[in-house]
């Protein structure tokens, strides 16, 4: 590991994550791009879009942001500093974060005046992750809740799934 540069991360499976996100979306006139994290499609999609949703990985360091890729398979992060300088005057409106430690990001997000972020302080399970997000979105989209309303409801049902689960 070398300044700046990431190790070996563990694998997402992203395409999962997709089709959740699409089965969430389904029915509504959406439109959205899903794409690579790169600064370029970061840079422009910070301009374009109501809603930010990244999955990936962040640091647990508060001086470091979130992995995006800089091309030919290699991470780097995108720091905290960058990031709100990024995406500051944009016209996002919430921002989700599918990556573990990623409270500090969050941070970065809300002081460049995004309103809503969903992060988390602590390590993920990818399983529950999923389950949130598509949870998460269905409340917002299918039943019309506001942000802070999707957002309790699906700790309430994450949290009664893994009671649920807990028991088998």
Known sequence: KHEGKIGLLDILDVKDEQRRFEEALSGFQVKYKIDVATLENLSCL???CKVLHFTGHASERKDLGLVIDCGYGEGSFLNCEDLKNLVR????????????????????????????????????????????MKHFYLQLLHLGKTVSAAFEQTKIFLSTYLRIEKRR
Do not use: M, T
């Open 46 to 48: 910070s301009h374009g």
């Open 89 to 132: 005057d944009s016209n996002i409106e919430l921002v989700f974060i599918g990556a573990c430690h990623s409270k500090h990001v969050a941070e970065a997000f809300l002081d460049a005046g995004v309103p809503h972020v969903v992060a988390s302080k602590d390590v993920i399970d990818d399983v529950y992750a999923k389950k949130f």
